[in-house]
């Protein structure tokens, strides 16, 4: 845990006030997790502690449950993508040369922005067409809609973190998994 | 061409053996050929609707139950005691309706869907473990009851504790206890095995389980006329086959329950048992009408009429 | 079409694109194909989203989250102390205690993943420590936690129970033997591994040793009390029991053992949220890929191909193994049960197999496919729990997939091993 004090994680390389909002999105995104995770450990408890003390289910649990692993999810996949955390099969990249594996990387990180992107735009279509259907959630009764609104800035920040991967790994003269994160496993277990 | 049908059931549960029947008679009337695909394989109830309504598939089966997040007016199947027991008054009520097949009609169009046909599925049965006999046997009984607001009313109304868990935690709910009771059709208790985990099956008239067969309406309505009456005799023949089909289905499903688990107890409430389920349906109506306001409270009124219509 | 976008897919992967983009691209290929536009690719979209809703998949979080606490306070290190101090003289003991302990949460929990996470954060470490090769250590986590799969409750044969209309109770019986089964071989082989590479030993622990790792041990043996107490004693389902050893693991490590505080609690739920994300949306993309496949009923087509109408009965249980082994590797296990299970079953019915027998087969093909390279959750779920690249991760993996093999190859010739409890038990 002692690298974490030396290296903010919250840190960008972006210059002036571009990083300020990048690092600001990455606060957001990593509360946006802690909270989750810890809402649904709560809503699971209540509703437990609820049947069994008060003979009571909590009839929106389920459905609360399901937009806390919405947002973690796709808050998740844009940090994870700033932490260079996604999971690649990295064999055959790995044995290549230096060069190659730059390039290797600015073509991965292209290809991996472009289809968030396209992703984006496609929840965006999905979404619309679960609001004009006016669905709503059975116990909460809220529009089906609102729990989806998270994904598409998820894929877009998660595209943009791929874009500025490939701006990097073009600009920079190492090679970088993420914006902050050079290639190769450390040895001791990094923290996030 | 070759069209899409999907629904909520395996293929030789009530809703796939109606879409094999469809099936069957486009395939023998016309060029055309129909692919079924059977519940969770191109996903659950919500996702098959939205692919129907964008044209993905042509034909989707969704209970009006599912239905309700869509058009709340379809939570009227879920007044206890609306719909009778008797399967040749349903027959002829399903078929004749108008409050069905005008009235839903139109709601379902306003989603982008033509209603082919509403079929019952069999009367639904409590099975629990321990017996009940009344009201008074469902206090403090964690009752298991899909995600809908009035069949959680409905259950709170007959004095159960009211207990929404997704169907793939059923089976496991029941096994340890966790919930102590759920409700379904009969044939859904021996398919899926819900009767090795519960011990009592009762039979309290409350309810019949309706589901709806509807198309595409832009592709429907795209169809020649001969195609739509192709459609339209063999949703009609597959009715008829299914209302046939499941005379006495219930009877020998039961009695393949009654074959695998012999201690099982089958109980079919008396008019005098029914009667504080009977008062607790009252709560629950007027709890529909809260919900869906007047043109709630009007299909409700045609659809009593209807019923009163076509009574032998 | 289905050639090239699994050919697409396997070139992405080798290429080491994240493993979310080889599965996606697959299904935007696979939508072009179908559709001609990129009209009804929002439903791409809804299907990552029904991948991902699944309630019982709320347990993969809860135990990740309770694990992390465990692990990083004292909670996890008492309960291996004990254990080490009764098995730790012995030729392998650690490895042995470690796959019966995958075994017994995995059978409680009924998920792996979660298995993968709970009993491998605080175990690793420790292995590595006593000396073990990571490689057999992750490949020994893995595999040994998809023996859940066969030990009941097990989500996978209640859903082929349910849409093959087969006795769920008799399901589970069944699975016993096979389960109990693996457990044997690993063990062996852990005991084989660790004499080869000579792994020390601990001295044997005297009795007063033993008392005292017992003793301090006391509390955090809440977690098995609260997982197999809660669920069999009608209290949790396998979710509440996980969110319930959160709650419990805060109190000791935070109120009993005073080993954690507020800070660490925030970032062990971030580091959570993290891990999490990283494997459900791999889970999701994986479902947007088998909506295309089975839409496009591939499925269906492969297997007129291979006309497996045509077969004997042991023919077609092959078949139907080689099926599952195949589309496990690709697709999540209770997918590939939903979407193979109704194809196959009329085959199963016409050459007159038990489908307990053909269920019991079912689920180990899924327990293997989900430890099998390529794609696999509870490979995921090591990679991004442990931090390991995918290829050390699968590295010591082969010896584990050849005795599963040997497994299913033995159920085939000799279904006994399946059928003898549940003949005893209901027949
Ligand atoms: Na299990
Ligand atoms: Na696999």
Redesign the pocket.
């Known amino acids: 845990m002692d690298d974490l004090k030396e290296n903010n994680p919250h840190d960008s390389s972006l210059p002036g006030f571009l990083g300020v909002i990048d690092s600001t999105i990455s606060r957001v995104e990593s509360v946006l997790l802690a909270a989750g995770v810890l809402l649904m450990a709560l809503n699971t408890v209540a509703n437990v502690v609820g049947r069994f003390v008060f003979q009571y289910s909590l009839f929106f649990s389920e459905e609360l449950n399901r937009i806390l692993i919405i947002l973690i999810t796709f808050a998740g996949i844009s940090y994870a993508a700033r932490q260079g955390r996604h999971i690649r099969m990295s064999a055959i990249y790995d044995a290549l040369p230096p060069p190659a594996r730059k390039g290797f990387m600015v073509l991965i990180a292209g290809v991996t922005a472009v289809v968030m992107f396209a992703l984006c735009y496609f929840s965006i279509g999905y979404i619309t067409k679960v609001a004009t259907s006016g669905r709503v959630l059975p116990s909460l009764q809220l529009p089906v809609y609102w729990i989806f609104l998270w994904v598409p800035v998820g894929f877009f920040m998660t595209g943009l973190q791929y874009t500025l991967t490939a701006v990097k790994n073009l600009t920079g003269k190492d090679i970088y998994l993420s914006t902050r994160v050079l290639e190769g496993y450390d040895k001791d277990e990094l923290e996030v | 061409a070759d069209w899409k049908y999907a629904f909520e059931e395996s293929l030789t549960e009530v809703q796939g053996v109606y879409a094999t029947k469809f099936k069957e008679a486009v395939e023998a009337n016309s060029d055309h050929t129909i692919q079924l695909f059977p519940y969770g394989t191109l996903g659950e109830s919500a996702d098959i609707m939205e692919q129907a309504q964008a044209g993905i598939l042509q034909f989707v089966d969704q209970s009006p139950g599912f239905t309700g997040a869509l058009i709340p007016e379809a939570q009227v199947f879920f007044v206890p005691y609306l719909l009778p027991t008797d399967q040749e008054h349903l027959a002829r009520f399903y078929k004749e309706s108008k409050a069905i097949n005008e009235d839903f009609s139109e709601l379902y169009a306003e989603q982008g869907l033509e209603l082919l046909v509403m079929f019952p599925e069999g009367e639904v049965a409590m099975t629990t473990k321990e017996p009940v006999k009344s009201c008074a046997d469902l206090n403090e009984v964690k009752f298991r009851v899909m995600t809908n607001p009035l069949l959680v009313e409905s259950y709170k109304a007959f004095g159960a504790t009211p207990t929404p868990l997704p169907w793939g935690e059923v089976y496991g709910g029941l096994q340890t206890n966790i919930i102590q009771g759920q409700e379904n059709p009969t044939f859904f208790l021996y398919s899926t095995g819900i009767y090795e985990v519960t011990d009592h099956i009762t039979y309290t008239g409350h309810n019949n389980f309706t589901t709806a067969v509807m198309a595409n309406k832009d592709f429907y309505d795209s169809l020649s006329d001969a195609d739509k009456k192709v459609i339209e005799d063999a949703a009609a023949s597959a009715y008829d086959y299914i209302v046939e089909y499941q005379k006495g289905l219930a009877e020998s499903e039961l009695k393949k329950i009654k074959e695998a688990k012999p201690e099982m107890t089958v109980t079919v409430l008396s008019e005098e048992e029914r009667a504080c389920f009977k008062e607790a349906a009252a709560e629950v109506e007027a709890k529909f009408i809260e919900m869906t306001g007047e043109s709630g409270k009007a299909i409700l009124e045609q659809l009593k009429a209807d019923l009163e219509a076509t009574k032998g | 079409m289905a050639l090239t976008i699994f050919l697409i897919m396997i070139v992405l992967l080798l290429l080491g694109f994240p493993m979310m983009i080889p599965l996606l691209v697959a299904s935007f290929v696979g939508f072009l194909f179908m559709f001609g536009d990129i009209g009804k690719m929002d439903f791409m979209v809804q299907q990552i989203m029904a991948g991902i809703r699944p309630a019982s998949l709320i347990a993969v979080p809860m135990f990740i989250l309770a694990a992390d606490i465990m692990t990083r306070g004292q909670s996890a290190n008492r309960l291996i102390d004990m254990v080490m101090k009764f098995m730790g003289h012995v030729k392998g003991g650690l490895a042995v205690s470690t796959a019966a302990a995958c075994t017994l949460f995995g059978a409680v929990s009924g998920s792996t993943q979660a298995t993968v996470v709970a009993v491998g954060s605080p175990l690793r470490p420790r292995m590595l420590k006593a000396g073990y090769k990571d490689s057999f250590v992750l490949a020994l986590i893995i595999n040994a936690s998809d023996i859940a799969f066969l030990i009941p409750p097990s989500i996978g044969m209640i859903i082929y129970g349910v849409i093959s209309s087969t006795s769920i109770s008799e399901l589970f019986i069944a699975g016993i033997g096979p389960g109990l089964l693996l457990l044997v071989l690993f063990s062996a082989y852990s005991m084989v591994y660790a004499f080869i590479n000579k792994v020390p030993t601990e001295p044997k622990a005297s009795w007063a040793e033993r008392g005292q790792a017992v003793r301090r041990a006391v509390w955090p043996l809440g977690f098995p009390v609260i997982i197999v107490g809660g669920i069999y004693g009608g209290i949790f389902s396998p979710t509440e029991a996980a969110a319930a050893c959160v709650l419990y693991a805060v109190i000791l490590e935070f109120i009993v053992f005073r080993s954690l505080n507020i800070p660490d609690i925030y970032r062990i739920a971030k580091s959570t949220g993290l891990i999490t994300a990283v494997v459900f949306i791999l889970i999701g993309a994986g479902a947007a890929f088998s909506w295309v496949i089975s839409f496009a009923q591939v499925p269906q087509a492969i297997l007129a191909a291979v006309g497996v109408a045509d077969m004997g009965p042991k023919g077609v249980l092959a078949v139907i193994s080689i099926a599952f082994f195949i589309g496990?590797?690709?697709v999540d296990p209770i997918v590939v049960i939903l979407i193979l299970v109704p194809i196959f079953a009329p085959v199963v019915k016409s050459v007159g197999l038990d489908p307990v027998l053909v269920g019991t087969i079912i689920t180990l093909q899924v327990a293997?496919?989900?430890?099998?390279?390529?794609?696999?959750?509870d490979?995921f779920t090591a990679i991004a729990i442990f931090k390991r690249p995918y290829i050390e991760v699968i590295r010591g993996i082969f010896p584990f997939t050849v005795m599963l093999l040997c497994v299913s190859v033995a159920l085939i010739y000799f279904p006994q091993i399946a059928l003898f409890l549940r003949d005893l038990a209901f027949r």
């Open positions: 496990c590797m690709f293997i496919g989900s430890a099998t390279p390529p794609f696999g959750c490979i």
